[in-house]
């Protein structure tokens, strides 16, 4: 896949907000062997890539008349709103590794029936090309029961891709429920005697 970028002539705070009303996110582009460079991308486009590449998005970026690879390292976006304040794009080779976290998603949670499924982590670190990197792991719950537990290990690597964690970490694990405490019964306030108190005799 492919996005076009143009070059950013103007900086600063008021042309990052003017470019940002005509629909345009700033961008940084970076490498080793390449100087800094500002540019501009479209705001649809780069969403639209987004959404079907996701957070470790690598793909090609046309500018000034040439065509380089890059993976997206970050990117800044308001919390209430729609909008994307900036971008940080690597240049990369086709052929180099690179570290990335991948995102773990658990799936069909609903077939446990007893037990609490719980996620201890949520992400994982994998080295690998760039053409061959997931958008996320899946663990499947199905069949679980109380005390069962999935690690890294159990994941499906597919060929070409390094996990750099422990094997034995857990991902996932189902719990018993917790005992709501029984309410105690309620038991009747009896007055208490008053010592030395006598019936008085009828006369």
């Known amino acids: ?13 008021g042309a990052s907000k003017q470019a940002r009303r005509e629909g345009k996110i700033p961008v940084v582009l970076y490498g080793q062997k390449l100087e800094a460079t500002s540019l501009l991308v479209d705001r649809r486009e780069f969403e639209s890539l987004l ?63 007893i037990g609490i499924v719980e996620q201890t982590l949520n992400t994982v670190e994998i080295e690998t090309k760039p053409d061959i990197i997931p958008n996320s792991f899946e663990i499947d719950v199905t069949g679980m029961e109380i005390g069962d537990t999935k690690t890294i290990a ?33 038991t009747e306030a009896v007055e208490p005697e008053v010592i030395g108190a006598k019936d008085e005799e009828e006369e």
């Open 1 to 13: 896949m492919a996005i076009s970028a143009e070059l950013r002539t103007k900086t600063g705070t």
């Open 51 to 113: 959404k079907k590449e996701g957070s470790n998005a690598v793909f090609d970026l046309d500018y000034d008349g040439k065509t380089q690879k890059v993976i997206l390292k970050d990117f800044s976006k308001a919390a209430l709103k729609d909008t994307f304040y900036s971008i940080d794009l690597e240049a990369i080779s086709a052929d180099q590794k690179i570290i990335v976290e991948v995102p773990l998603n658990i799936i069909n949670e609903e077939t446990v029936k």
């Open 154 to 186: 159990d994941l499906e690597v597919p060929a070409g891709v390094e996990i750099l964690e422990d094997s034995d970490e857990t991902i996932v694990s189902i719990s018993a429920p917790t005992e709501e405490p029984a309410e105690e019964e309620e």
